[in-house]
Nanobody, 112 residues
Framework: EVQLQASGGGLVQPGGSLRLSCAAS????????MSWVRQAPGKEIEWIAA????????NYADSVKGRFTISRDNAKNTLFLQMNNLKPEDTAVYYC?????RGRGTQVTVSS
């Protein structure tokens, strides 16, 4: 059974940083591309970043490009999302995903 558990969320002021982690299990992590998606209150799911299985290729949504960095540690079956210069509009529940499965999310709230 695929299990994806995101952690590291919290309350941060605008301009602050957070680093999210996602612990993966139930599949061979190093063989799959992974993504981060988020869902803000009352809005649809938004894809924000993806990384290939080896970690050498990444893609970002325009809304986070230049501020967020996706990475992975295949030895530890862990996906990361470094989020810098956070804005109030980044407030959402963040999920890691192995398409089409989305794991348990972590809340990020950006507010002064």
């Amino acid at each position: 059974e695929v299990q994806l558990q995101a952690s590291g969320g919290g309350l941060v002021q605008p301009g602050g940083s957070l680093r999210l982690s996602c612990a993966a299990s139930g599949f061979t992590f190093s063989q799959y591309a992974m993504s981060w998606v988020r869902q803000a209150p009352g809005k649809e799911i938004e894809w924000i970043a993806a990384i290939n299985n080896g970690g050498g290729s990444t893609n970002y949504a325009d809304s986070v490009k230049g501020r967020f960095t996706i990475s992975r540690d295949n030895a530890k079956n862990t996906l990361f999302l470094q989020m810098n210069n956070l804005k109030p509009e980044d407030t959402a529940v963040y999920y890691c995903a192995k398409a089409p499965i989305r794991g348990r999310g972590t809340q990020v709230t950006v507010s002064s």
